[in-house]
């Protein structure tokens, strides 16, 4: 693990370096004194069930296998509506 020394401006940012530029991540703050920097992709809100859903997750990269394989078939889609 590298420790590095950082002092914050005049408005509290610290860098972190280049490598990380455009990246998104949590800021987590522990305690007082400490906070931890997580990377993360975010999910729009519209989006986020499927990857809460495993069935339906299973289920479309399965399509996704299946198109690229140039596999298709009929499927009833009114058996997977709520």
Do not use: H
């Amino acid at each position: 693990m590298e420790i590095l020394t950082k002092v914050a401006d005049s408005k509290g940012r610290i860098t972190i370096g280049s490598e990380y530029a455009k990246k998104t991540f949590l800021v987590e703050k522990n305690s007082e004194d400490t906070i931890i920097l997580k990377m993360a992709e975010v999910v729009p809100i519209k989006e986020a069930w499927l990857w809460k859903n495993n069935s339906a997750f299973t289920k479309v990269m399965e399509g996704v296998e299946d198109a690229q394989k140039r596999r298709f078939k009929k499927v009833d889609l009114k058996k997977y509506q709520d």
